[in-house]
């Protein structure tokens, strides 16, 4: 069983930068994708990117295409999303979520472990 931290999230202003981390423990982490998820109040949780196991594949949602990047260090075991030119609309909680693929995917159900999430604010 894998187990998820998110850190990293916070308050900031439009047009500005975060960058969430995602510590994860167990044994399958760096052969597996991971990706990112988030849930903003009222809304179904949408995708956000995902990263395969090698770190060689990457998948952006549409809209995060330019401004995030998700990586990875396998060392650390340990998951980043570089969040760029944040706009108000990207205010959520984000989810990091460990799948046993290991190959890139963006479907949910790929995605067997969850974080608790942490939540980002963006004041415009």
């Known amino acids: 069983q894998v187990q998820l931290v998110e850190s990293g999230g916070g308050l900031v202003q439009a047009g500005g930068s975060l960058r969430l981390s995602c510590a994860a423990s167990?044994?399958?982490?760096?052969?597996?994708?991971m990706g990112w998820f988030r849930q903003a109040p009222g809304k179904e949780r949408e995708f956000v990117a995902a990263i395969s196991g090698s770190g060689d594949s990457k998948r952006y949602a549409d809209s995060m295409k330019g401004r995030f990047t998700i990586s990875r260090d396998n060392a650390k075991n340990t998951v980043y999303l570089q969040m760029n030119s944040l706009k108000p609309e990207d205010a959520a909680v984000y989810y990091c979520a460990f799948s046993l693929q290991y190959g890139v995917t963006s479907s949910p159900v790929d995605f067997k472990s969850w974080g608790q999430g942490t939540q980002v604010t963006v004041s415009s």
């Open positions: 167990g044994r399958s982490f760096s052969i597996r994708a």
